[in-house]
């Protein structure tokens, strides 16, 4: 991972059939930051913060003056939820096809945001652009684990690609920060989605009336 942007990383897990419990995997289950804590959430950079603010992640990139000081982004991670390896493994097996979740920029568009998952044993990190959300607003996204739709790492082939999927250490946004400005952008409902498109449309339909349905506390304005 880089430090020139945000990363918001999740390591991840596949997904068995309701009912069916094991103790490495969470299945169906988003990551709404619904208990007290990060939910095993970090970051690196000092002039970024997270807070888990009423039931999503919080990031914060404080104001780096002017000049700016400070670096242009930061990595935010975890490998591992508190009690289970929650989004680490081979996706293919665990059958593993997507991924969705709901994305704020509150006050500031971030100069870009893109899904990224990576491997430790090779440092390969791949990166799914995204389209640029509407400031003030949750965004959906969804994306699919596969490489026709765009999915990049440098030097890596289609190849690369599938055998990565095989070994996920992590897997998060990558968000470059808009401006020098203090800003805030959130994440939510963040969650790996088994079986075909069916199931995916599915998904996402739930996953838009959990959203409607939920009460969100919009983050702290920027100051003047």
């Known amino acids: ?7 918001l990383v999740a ?24 208990s ?14 997270l807070a888990n603010n009423n039931n999503f992640l919080l990031i914060t990139f404080l104001d780096q003056g002017d000049p700016p ?27 593993n096809f997507a991924v969705l979740f709901n994305f704020l920029a509150s006050n500031v568009a971030p100069a870009s945001v893109s899904v990224v998952f990576g491997v430790a044993t090779n440092a390969h990190e791949w990166a799914f652009p995204l ?3 509407t400031v003030g607003v949750w965004t ?18 289609e190849s ?7 070994a996920v250490s992590y897997i998060g946004i990558h968000i470059d ?10 994440l939510d409902d963040f969650e790996l989605i088994p079986e075909p498109a069916e199931l995916l449309l599915l998904a996402a339909a739930l996953a838009g009336l959990f959203f409607v349905r939920r009460r969100r506390q919009r983050p702290p304005a920027c100051p003047a």
């Not at 959906?140 to 082939?157: E, H, I, K, L, Q």
């Open 1 to 7: 991972m880089t430090i020139a942007a945000a990363v």
């Open 11 to 34: 390591a991840a897990v596949g997904a068995l059939p309701a009912g069916i419990s094991r103790a490495d995997v969470m299945l169906y289950t988003p990551e709404r930051w619904s």
């Open 36 to 49: 007290p804590g990060l939910q095993g959430w970090t970051n690196t950079m000092p002039d970024v913060t």
């Open 69 to 95: 000081v400070g670096a242009p982004g930061d990595d935010i991670y975890t490998f591992s939820a508190p009690a289970t390896n929650m989004f680490v493994g081979g996706y293919p097996t665990n059958g």
């Open 131 to 133: 389209a640029i959300p």
């Open 140 to 157: 959906p996204y969804s994306v699919w684990f596969n490489y026709v739709w765009g999915w990049t790492c440098p030097g890596a082939t």
């Open 160 to 166: 690369d690609f599938l055998a990565d999927l095989q």
């Open 177 to 186: 920060r808009g401006s020098a400005a203090e800003q805030y952008y959130g």
